[in-house]
């Protein structure tokens, strides 16, 4: 069992020359792909493209079951980068969603024409296929349908909970700790905060509906809390890393190993309950992918106090990665209402939103769990030695 799905690793990056990228480099992996993508372009046929790059102009289209490229002018949508940019965006240490995020994204048209061309470039350079509906089926281990809103207790089989979390990309597992415990983390939570203020460099603030500010995320939490730091060092949930044989490491993020956030109603700007994403939806997919996002519930989270949804089976699926569920995607949406002390599994690139709390509040706590460095685990090694092999011909491991 791996959720292990990388195919490069980080070193000098692939030089990309634009012109010779979109006219020979481009059009022989089109040509190379069109059979393999051909239910992808009959299902979401994608609009007219031109990609600029610095003073250079080409046009990517669909000529009946053919995928083209052309020099030429803007027609429809127009999506303008420079050289170094483009590399990024071949290389997949960027998305538009990355630029998005980060205010560099310049389009003229629809995002949406964007994310349709994103996903067959990513297709075409890295040999896989977009999703196409019914693709993707749900099996126990006896060949049955898999019951997508089964809950697991920690003293439940671990081979069975990795079973799961391959087949539909998040697991929920009922009462691992105790409401105790998480009674003890909520009243650390509120003695933790007034030690962070905006501009700290560790903490999210949002603005609520009478103007004032909220902190939402509290990074580094359990060096503020001893409870958290006991919880951290804890089997239960250290254990979560070895669920699937891959060698995941307890990492968090940044140095940062837990981050506490409060859930509050009436945000109306800031970072605080997420829409839909893949944790990868910036980039970096196939360097990373699939860590381990681990939630730990300490407040009850339902359909009105910001609980945790997921599509299951994105995790296996190239599909938007952000901002909205793509269009005619058959792939169904679970909802994972959790009590206090209830843990969430989800894999880096399952699609996963939080749902903003309309009549209570909600506190969660978040951590993570790393793939290991590909040339210290000898296993993974000799996996992504095959898989790297197999590849498309732009990688970056060289």
Avoid at 294 to 315: D, K, N, P, Y
Wanted: aromatic share 6%; glycine share 8%; net charge negative.
């Amino acid at each position: 069992m791996s959720v292990d799905v990388r195919t490069r690793v980080d070193g000098e990056p692939a030089l990309i020359e634009p012109a010779e990228f979109f006219e020979a480099t481009l059009p022989r992996l089109f040509v190379d792909s069109n059979e393999r993508l051909a239910p992808s372009l009959q299902q979401r046929p994608p609009r007219p493209l031109t990609v600029s790059v610095d003073d250079q102009r080409w046009t990517l289209g669909v000529d009946g079951r053919r995928m083209t490229c052309a020099r030429g002018a803007a027609t429809g949508t127009e999506l303008r980068i420079d050289a170094e940019q483009l590399a990024a965006l071949v290389n997949d240490q960027v998305t538009p969603m990355g630029w998005l995020t980060t205010g560099t994204l310049q389009i003229a048209g629809q995002l949406s024409d964007v994310l349709d061309w994103w996903l067959l470039l990513r297709a075409a350079l890295d040999s896989t296929t977009p999703h196409v509906n019914g693709a993707v089926v749900f099996k126990d281990r006896d060949g049955e349908q898999l019951d997508l809103k089964h809950c697991y207790t920690p003293d439940d089989p671990a081979d069975e909970m990795a079973w799961f979390l391959e087949q539909a990309g998040y697991l929920h597992i009922r009462g691992m700790f105790s409401q105790a415990e998480m009674a003890a983390v909520s009243t650390e939570m509120d003695l933790a905060a007034p030690r962070y203020f905006e501009g700290d460099g560790r903490s999210w603030w949002a603005t609520l509906e009478d103007g004032s500010s909220a902190l939402v995320r509290m990074q580094g939490f359990d060096a503020e809390s001893r409870t958290a730091a006991e919880l951290v060092a804890d089997e239960r949930l250290l254990g979560i890393g070895g669920l699937t044989g891959d060698g995941h490491v307890f990492s968090g993020w940044e140095g940062k190993r837990l981050e506490a956030l409060f859930k509050p109603l009436g945000v109306t700007r800031g970072i605080s309950d997420v829409p839909w994403h893949k944790d990868c939806a910036l980039g970096r997919h196939s360097y990373d992918c699939c860590g381990l996002t681990v939630g730990i519930s300490v407040t009850a989270g339902g359909a009105t106090s910001g609980q945790l949804r997921v599509v299951a089976g994105s995790h296996r699926a190239l599909v938007w990665p952000a901002p909205s569920l793509q269009p005619g995607l058959d792939l169904p949406v679970v909802d994972l209402a959790t009590e206090a002390g209830d843990v969430t599994v989800h894999l880096s690139c399952t699609l996963h939103m939080a749902q903003p709390p309309v009549e209570r509040d909600r506190r969660v706590m978040y951590t993570s769990f790393s793939l290991p460095t590909i040339d210290t685990h000898a296993q993974v090694g000799r996996q992504q030695v095959k898989r790297m092999a197999d590849a498309a011909p732009l990688n970056t491991s060289q």
